[in-house]
């Protein structure tokens, strides 16, 4: 069974950087994407990133193309988000989700299985 755990969420100060991380465990041929959203309160929760399992192709909504970094390590079933220099906007909880496809990312329909979220807390 397909499972997801995200870490490193927290408080980030001005200027610093973040590492979310998504730990995938159990992972079978079903799971060919990951996908990173968030949702902030009171707001939607939004596609920020994916990438495909094999072929490490990737794909990233305009408003943080840039500044977030999608990668996954094979070895170690994980896929991490990178956040540079986080904003207040930014703060928000952060969901990675499993897919069968790559092709696509944008819609939460596509993905089938959700971690549980972390939080990423950006003050002003």
């Known amino acids: 069974q397909v499972e997801l755990v995200e870490s490193g969420g927290g408080l980030v100060q001005a200027g610093d950087s973040l590492r979310l991380s998504c730990a995938v465990s159990g992972r079978d041929s079903t799971t060919n994407a990951v996908g990173w959203f968030r949702q902030a309160q009171g707001k939607e929760r939004e596609f920020l990133a994916a990438?495909?399992?094999?072929?490490?192709?990737?794909y990233y909504a305009d408003p943080v193309k840039g500044r977030f970094t999608i990668s996954r390590d094979i070895a170690n079933n994980t896929v991490d988000l990178q956040l540079t220099s986080p904003k207040p906007e930014d703060t928000a909880v952060y969901y990675c989700?499993?897919?069968?496809?790559?092709?696509?990312?944008?819609?939460?329909?596509?993905?089938?299985?959700w971690g549980q979220g972390s939080q990423v807390t950006a003050p002003s």
């Open positions: 990438i495909g399992w094999s072929l490490g192709n990737t």
């Open positions: 989700a499993a897919a069968r496809t790559i092709y696509v990312p944008k819609p939460e329909t596509t993905y089938d299985l």
